[in-house]
């Protein structure tokens, strides 16, 4: 007797990361649209103005550029510290700095510029002195560094290359992620902005930069988790949301001494743009800032090993938010509140604001952002950076 065999003909089956990459790359297509009609059309189609030259684009560099300083801090730590339970999630965190942060840092600054073809005159005219040239060379330096340690990391895991042989390029890694504190040269160096010109201002820089790296690490972890992609326990990812109420707890402490620096007296320089931001236009960003903040502290503080990853999705969404709230808001309350106005009428130097961004902005961001998330996940897929992979 003959058996028929039937021919089954495997029939494809899109996974969830392919759905994903789907849906980041038709997002940052929306965002390509709204960059093209910024450029038509001009700046005009944004909510920025005379006064608040900087706004959403800006601070998402800031974040972003603090994400891939934190995650190359992040990725060094392990190997410098002893701490081994770390040590499987070290080529994740590379990755998130060499590509995906710093495509999103860059592309920030490009479209802030509002003539994207001028961007070149960073490196054939750039200013020595300028802490934006320096600004410049620190993300060229991020993304040559993440690169090179991501690889370092790949070929440890593969076995390929002793452990030990990761020390310098960590030690690099470490250094250049604590440099971050660049960014903030390019306010508080301004003697001209009270709120800004102050010590402080690259440890709040510092700190912001961790907590916005070890918050979107949170949230790789829970969702990759999920996927099966890796398992990071429970223990490790609250020892991180730890770490991050007790940074957020240091921000805190240094937002209310600046405030209550600025109010008591009744007066100087800095007195009106903390009036506006504590109870004037500013107040309802700031006061969101407040609440936001504390309920990051609270969320991440309790949780331990029997938590679950939602309360640490929670958690690490309301410290970015937060670190958001916090940068916009320090740029608005003293961009609206200049020591000196502009000549003419009220209209042109009166103080005004909430600035709040277009859909213009909003769009073109959440585009950037997604084809951050894109190359991150394209990378997760190609890479093998999984644990036990």
């Known amino acids: 007797m003959t058996v028929q065999t039937k021919t089954v003909v495997p029939t494809t089956k899109k996974t969830p990361s392919n759905l994903w990459n789907m849906i980041f790359a038709a997002v940052a297509v929306l965002g390509a649209i709204c960059w093209g009609l910024q450029l038509t059309q001009g700046l005009q189609v944004t909510n920025l103005g005379l006064n608040n030259m900087w706004g959403l684009y800006i601070v998402g560099f800031m974040i972003f550029t603090g994400v891939a300083a934190g995650s190359l801090l992040f990725a060094a730590v392990p190997y410098l510290f002893k701490l081994a339970e770390f040590k499987p999630y070290t080529r994740i965190a590379a990755y998130l700095g060499a ?17 994207p073809e001028r961007a070149w005159l960073f490196i054939t005219s750039g200013n020595l002195t300028s802490p934006m040239f320096w600004d410049f060379l620190m993300l060229a330096s991020y993304m040559v560094i993440s690169i090179l340690f991501t690889r370092q990391l790949i070929l440890v895991h593969e076995g390929k290359k002793a452990e ?23 306010f508080c160096f301004q003697i001209a902005r009270p709120l ?11 700190i912001a930069a961790l907590v916005a790296a070890l918050s979107v690490q949170m949230i790789l972890a829970a969702i990759l988790n999920k996927r099966g992609y890796m398992e990071m326990p429970m223990g490790l990812m609250a020892k991180m949301a730890k770490g991050a109420a007790v940074l957020l707890c240091i921000e805190l402490i240094i937002i209310v001494g600046e405030i209550l620096i600025g109010l ?54 309301l410290a970015l938010v937060a670190i958001y709230l916090i940068k916009s808001n320090l740029l608005q309350a003293q961009l609206f509140n200049p020591l000196i106005t502009y000549a003419g009428p009220p209209v042109y130097g009166g103080t005004t604001g909430p600035y709040v961004p277009s859909l213009i902005e909003i769009g073109l961001s959440l585009g950037i952002i997604s084809l951050g998330a894109l190359l991150l996940n394209l990378g997760l897929s190609k890479l093998n950076l999984g644990v036990g992979k």
């Open 164 to 186: 030990g042989s990761l020390k310098p390029i960590a030690v690099i890694a470490f250094i250049a992620g604590l440099l971050v504190t660049v960014t903030s040269f390019v």
């Open 264 to 317: 008591y007296p009744g007066g100087g320089e800095e007195h009106a743009a903390f009036l506006w931001l504590v109870s004037g236009e500013g107040a309802v960003g700031f006061w969101a800032e407040m609440v936001t903040l504390v309920a990051a502290i609270v969320v991440l503080a309790k949780q331990d090993t029997s938590s679950k990853a939602g309360g640490i999705l929670i958690g690490a969404i």
């Open 99 to 115: 590509v995906s942060s710093i495509v999103a840092a860059s592309l920030f600054i490009i479209v802030d510029i509002g003539n």
């Open 196 to 206: 800004w010109n102050t010590p402080v201002q690259p440890l709040s820089f510092l």
